[in-house]
């Protein structure tokens, strides 16, 4: 059981590059999130999934487009790096979203530097 | 806009040592966890509050949450350097707030000097 994995663990891109992260889960849960962490700030939501099908923008969606491929899997994609997208990564799953606790399980992250 | 703050930012103590973290908000929150972080890892959840007054313990961590559900306090009694990590608390909102995301606080790093 891995819970949820996230690939590739670290990346370097130039700035217009575009790249894309990969996240899957093997809890059968039915919503999905990705976070970035900055110094200082906390995790703050990118995108997210509530159910196979479904997507929405969270905090800080601009530059950003996902894609939830099944109920395993939820990518990330850069169309156009920036350094400003420099960041750590972290995809998570839940049971579903409107769930009253929503506990929240978390990959490992994917550590991105855009130059 | 619901938001978390935490304090303090940084807390470096040596083992044996007691600490307390805060997260505040002025919103209402129908629940709040607390999450551990280490280096190089994704964040791991502790525990999960619900009740207003309610204190939970885990082992030497000591969780509690508002009367008023607006804030919590994560302590440690005799810290360990095994402690040593960044403590994030997170909080799904109530009513309209009730979106079901959560919304974190910037967190707290924790350094236990042996």
């Known amino acids: 059981n891995a819970g949820v994995t996230q690939t590739p663990k670290f990346q370097v891109l130039k700035t217009g590059q575009s790249m894309t992260l990969q996240c899957a889960q093997d809890m059968n849960h039915n919503s999905m999130y990705w976070y970035r962490q900055d110094p200082g700030m906390g995790l703050r939501l990118i995108y997210y999934s509530a159910s196979e099908g479904t997507t929405d923008k969270g905090e800080v969606p601009n530059g950003y487009n996902v894609s939830r491929l099944n109920k395993r899997e939820f990518s990330l994609r850069l169309e156009s790096a920036a350094p400003s997208q420099t960041s750590v990564y972290f995809c998570a799953s839940s049971a579903r979203l409107y769930f009253a606790y929503n506990e929240q399980f978390f990959g490992p992250g994917t550590r991105l530097t855009v130059l | 806009t619901q938001l978390l703050e935490q304090s303090p930012q940084f807390l470096s103590i040596q083992e044996g040592e007691n600490l307390t973290v805060y997260c505040n908000s002025s919103?209402?929150?129908?629940?709040l966890q607390w999450y551990r972080q280490e280096p190089g890892e994704g964040p791991v959840l502790l525990v999960t509050v619900v009740t207003g007054g309610e204190v939970k313990k885990l082992k030497r961590l000591t969780f509690q949450f508002g009367d008023a559900r607006k804030d919590s306090s994560l302590h440690i009694t005799a810290a360990q350097p095994g402690d040593t990590g960044l403590y994030l608390c997170a909080g799904s909102g109530t009513g309209s707030s009730n979106t079901g995301k959560l919304i974190f606080g910037q967190g707290t790093t924790l350094q236990v000097k042996p």
């Open positions: 919103s209402v929150f129908s629940s």
